[in-house]
C-alpha cells in the first residue's frame, strides 16, 4: 500500500526566500489554493488519513486538506522541518557565510550553522514516523504533509543515498509524492 507524501503549501517567507526550518510563516493566497488543489487530488488518491508536521505551515495546509476530505488530521512533531538554528529567519545579504553552509548542506551530514540540526538527527525522526504510520495505518491510504528537507532526506534515505546527499531536491509546495511501503 502506498504512502503519499507532499510539501506544505507556498508561505509568505517562500515567496521572500528566507528559510523557515522550525520557525513559521503563514500560508499565502496561493499556498492556500494549493492546499485546496491537493486536496483534490487527495480525494482522487482515495487518501483516508491525513498527517502533518506540528508546524503551523503544515497544520494550515493539513487542515485545509483533512476538511475538505471529512477526515481526522493527525499532528507528529517527528516530521517537523529540519532545523537550521541561526539561519532560521535570515535573508543571504544578512549573513552570506552562514547561507554558503546551508548552500553546501550536500556534502556533510553536519552543518556549520550554530544549532543546526544533522541529516542524520532527521533521518532518525523519519524512521520513526514511518515505523509508525506503517505500523498504525495498513489497510488506508494516508498522507503526509511535511517540509522540504525532511522529504529531500527521505526520499534520499529510501533510495539508498546518505541523508545528506545532494540525489534528490526540494519537492515544489503541495506536490504529491507516492512512495510504496518496503
Given at each position: 500500500?502506498?504512502?503519499?507524501?507532499?510539501?506544505?503549501?507556498?508561505?509568505?517567507?517562500?515567496?521572500?526566500?528566507?528559510?523557515?526550518?522550525?520557525?513559521?510563516?503563514?500560508?499565502?493566497?496561493?499556498?492556500?489554493?494549493?492546499?485546496?488543489?491537493?486536496?483534490?487530488?487527495?480525494?482522487?488518491?482515495?487518501?483516508?488519513?491525513?498527517?502533518?508536521?506540528?508546524?503551523?505551515?503544515?497544520?494550515?495546509?493539513?487542515?485545509i486538506v483533512?476538511?475538505?476530505?471529512?477526515?481526522?488530521?493527525?499532528?507528529?512533531?517527528?516530521?517537523?522541518?529540519?532545523?537550521?538554528?541561526?539561519?532560521?529567519?535570515?535573508?543571504?545579504?544578512?549573513?552570506?557565510?552562514?547561507?554558503?553552509?546551508?548552500?553546501?548542506?550536500?556534502?556533510?551530514?553536519?552543518?556549520?550553522?550554530?544549532?543546526?540540526?544533522?541529516?542524520?538527527?532527521?533521518?532518525?525522526?523519519?524512521?520513526?514516523?514511518?515505523?509508525?504510520?506503517?505500523?498504525?495505518?495498513?489497510?488506508?491510504?494516508?498522507?503526509?504533509?511535511?517540509?522540504?528537507?525532511?522529504?529531500?532526506?527521505?526520499?534520499?534515505?529510501?533510495?539508498?543515498?546518505?541523508?545528506?546527499s545532494d540525489?534528490?531536491?526540494?519537492?515544489?509546495?503541495?506536490?504529491?509524492?507516492?512512495?510504496?511501503?518496503?
Amino acid at each position: 500500500m502506498p504512502v503519499f507524501f507532499c510539501r506544505h503549501g507556498q508561505t509568505h517567507w517562500n515567496v521572500k526566500g528566507l528559510i523557515q526550518g522550525q520557525f513559521n510563516s503563514e500560508l499565502t493566497n496561493v499556498g492556500k489554493s494549493q492546499a485546496l488543489a491537493l486536496a483534490n487530488k487527495a480525494k482522487t488518491h482515495q487518501i483516508e488519513h491525513v498527517v502533518c508536521s506540528d508546524l503551523g505551515r503544515a497544520v494550515e495546509t493539513g487542515t485545509i486538506v483533512s476538511t475538505f476530505l471529512g477526515s481526522k488530521l493527525e499532528i507528529m512533531p517527528e516530521i517537523r522541518e529540519r532545523g537550521f538554528g541561526i539561519l532560521q529567519g535570515i535573508s543571504r545579504t544578512e549573513q552570506p557565510q552562514l547561507w554558503d553552509a546551508f548552500d553546501n548542506k550536500h556534502l556533510n551530514d553536519e552543518l556549520n550553522i550554530q544549532g543546526s540540526e544533522s541529516a542524520s538527527q532527521v533521518a532518525i525522526r523519519i524512521a520513526r514516523t514511518i515505523s509508525s504510520l506503517c505500523d498504525n495505518n495498513t489497510d488506508r491510504n494516508v498522507l503526509l504533509i511535511g517540509h522540504g528537507e525532511w522529504l529531500r532526506i527521505f526520499i534520499n534515505i529510501h533510495n539508498g543515498h546518505h541523508p545528506w546527499s545532494d540525489f534528490s531536491v526540494l519537492p515544489d509546495n503541495c506536490e504529491i509524492i507516492k512512495i510504496e511501503k518496503r
